[in-house]
């Protein structure tokens, strides 16, 4: 229904509908829902269609020992279906525009830190919050067999920015639900395979609630060799088996443009801090800079994690002009596909040779 209304109304934003659909006055909801049944059935059938084929592609991964791994950001789109119809969970105004919003504070990838525009949960109202979660996570199983909880630092505390600010430097951190909220989770839900997204400003608080529930945590090489005081962490020899390695992740450039790009195009660093981490890796893997992919993905496959994990591009060696997303970036993201073409004989043969090398290639 809201993908009906949004339509009939241009595809502006809820809060630029109807008043009265927009607050979801109950004589508002029947008007529109009878004025749009042509439309729902189509969304509907298109959902379906959706479900249906990729049930079948699930069921094709599992038969091969394939499982698949789906991405949960903490928070969802002020402009959704989910605030629309639940707008006493988030922290609005009365005219419906986000009071409160989400981001980080300046970090390695921008220096007033990243405005992301999601509304915050009202944490206090945990029954019903925590049910409307429940469903969110059950719908999220139906699909993918483990779930990485994009932000997970976000359920110790959170970055909080007031929503007419411009960028992400004037907020300020505020605690979350904290442990009682996996709890409840796990009480509806005992099968909870989760992969806790804890990078950023991570503290011992927030390791302690990643290791509380044995979540596995991440460890990215991109970020092994700067100067961060976490980067000794993510150095394959201090690697933990409980743990998912990346070379990088999707808000990375790729692994070939971040070790050749020119200083001030990717980060914050100084040229010089970008000359010695890079002086750092090559003396950390003993080598040259040639096929730097395929030495990062090789230095994943020998880490002792449990699970290792890295793009496409750096697979095929491509530089930043492929890379997926920009953060704190509205334009030009998540367009990248790879064409057939690319997965050459050669790439599945090593791939292929890298998993049994490093002995990855079990389905259990």
């Keep these: 229904m809201f993908r009906a209304v949004k339509r009939a109304h241009q595809e502006r934003a809820w809060t630029e509908w109807d008043p009265a659909i927009a607050r979801r006055d109950p004589q508002a909801m029947l008007l529109w829902r009878a004025r749009s049944q042509e439309a729902m059935q189509f969304g509907k059938y298109t959902e ?3 479900a249906k084929q990729w049930a079948a592609l699930r069921a094709y991964s599992h ?3 394939v499982r698949i791994i789906g991405d949960l950001p903490i928070y969802v789109a002020h402009d959704s279906a989910d605030v629309w119809a639940n ?13 409160f919003i989400a981001g980080v504070p300046p970090d390695y990838f921008s220096a007033t830190g990243q405005r992301w525009g999601n509304p915050l949960y009202r944490w ?6 925590y049910r409307w979660w429940v469903e969110r996570m059950r719908a999220t199983y139906a699909v993918v067999d483990l779930v990485r909880i994009d932000h997970f630092r976000g359920f110790e505390a959170y970055w909080e920015i007031p929503g007419s600010e411009p960028t992400a430097v004037r907020g300020k951190w505020q605690k ?3 442990a009682e909220f996996f709890e409840a989770m796990l009480q509806a839900l005992p099968d909870l395979p989760i992969i806790a997204e804890d990078l950023g400003v991570i503290t011992p608080e927030v390791d302690e609630l990643r290791d509380r529930f044995n979540f596995p945590g991440m460890r990215i ?3 092994a060799f700067g100067t961060d005081p976490k980067a000794s962490e993510y150095r394959p020899h201090n690697h933990v088996r409980n743990s998912v390695v990346y070379t990088a992740t999707h808000d990375h450039n790729t692994t070939v443009g971040w070790f050749t790009s020119p200083p001030g195009q990717e980060t914050t660093q100084t040229a010089e801090e970008i000359a010695d981490e890079r002086r750092h890796v090559l003396e950390y893997l003993g080598t040259d800079d040639a096929d730097i992919h395929l030495k990062f993905i090789r230095m994943a496959m020998g880490s002792v994690a449990n699970l290792c994990v890295f793009p496409f591009q750096d697979v095929l060696g491509l530089g930043t002009e492929h890379r997926m997303n920009r953060p704190g970036t509205m334009q030009g993201n998540w367009e990248w596909r790879f064409t057939e073409e690319m997965r050459t004989p050669a790439v599945t043969r090593m791939l292929a040779e890298l998993t049994r090398t490093y002995d990855r290639s079990r389905t259990d």
């Design 63 to 65: 038969r091969r020992g």
């Design 176 to 178: 979350g639900p904290g």
């Design 124 to 129: 206090q109202l945990k029954e019903k919050l």
């Design 87 to 99: 707008p006493e969970l988030f922290t609005l105004e009365n005219d419906g525009r986000p009071r």
């Design 48 to 50: 379906y269609l959706f």
């Design 221 to 223: 090489l991109q970020m």
